[in-house]
């Protein structure tokens, strides 16, 4: 399955990237991607945070297990099979910096692609 995110940086209103996404991408493999793309300082304690539409089941994933899994066992898949369709990737935690990821749906899947990608 592919899905396509729209991020955002809620404090920047001019910001914004579509991606698409397998859903077998763990969320270490996204952070190195995102890390990557937007060109990130690669030495920052990261953590995602995940949200169901009307902002409940908060879950949190970092390099430890805080109750819901790790980055490196935790899926695209699994994330949006809980219903969490908002993740925060939190890039910055000392300074509070974070990438707003938003489910926009499914994409098609491109063989000649290579996942995840910026599509927008």
């Given at each position: 399955?592919?899905?396509?995110?729209?991020?955002?940086?809620?404090?920047?209103?001019?910001?914004?990237?579509?991606?698409e996404?397998?859903?077998?991408?763990?969320?270490?493999?996204?952070?190195?991607?995102?890390?990557?793309?937007?060109?990130?300082?690669?030495?920052?304690?990261?953590?995602?945070?995940?949200?169901t539409?009307?902002?409940?089941?908060?879950?949190?994933?970092?390099?430890?297990?805080?109750?819901?899994?790790?980055?490196?066992?935790?899926?695209?898949?699994?994330?949006?099979?809980r219903?969490?369709?908002?993740?925060?990737?939190?890039?910055?935690?000392?300074?509070?910096?974070f990438?707003?990821?938003?489910?926009?749906?499914?994409?098609?899947?491109?063989?000649r692609?290579?996942?995840?990608?910026v599509?927008?």
């Open positions: 399955m592919i899905y396509r995110f729209r991020a955002t940086i809620p404090q920047r209103n001019s910001f914004y990237r579509d991606y996404i397998k859903g077998s991408t763990t969320l270490f493999a996204l952070h190195k991607f995102l890390i990557s793309d937007l060109e990130f300082a690669p030495d920052q304690v990261f953590a995602f945070k995940g949200f539409k009307d902002s409940k089941g908060q879950s949190t994933y970092g390099l430890a297990d805080y109750g819901n899994g790790t980055v490196d066992g935790v899926s695209i898949d699994k994330i949006v099979e219903g969490e369709v908002i993740l925060l990737y939190i890039y910055d935690i000392k300074r509070a910096k990438l707003q990821l938003s489910l926009q749906g499914e994409a098609e899947f491109s063989p692609a290579s996942y995840p990608r599509v927008e």
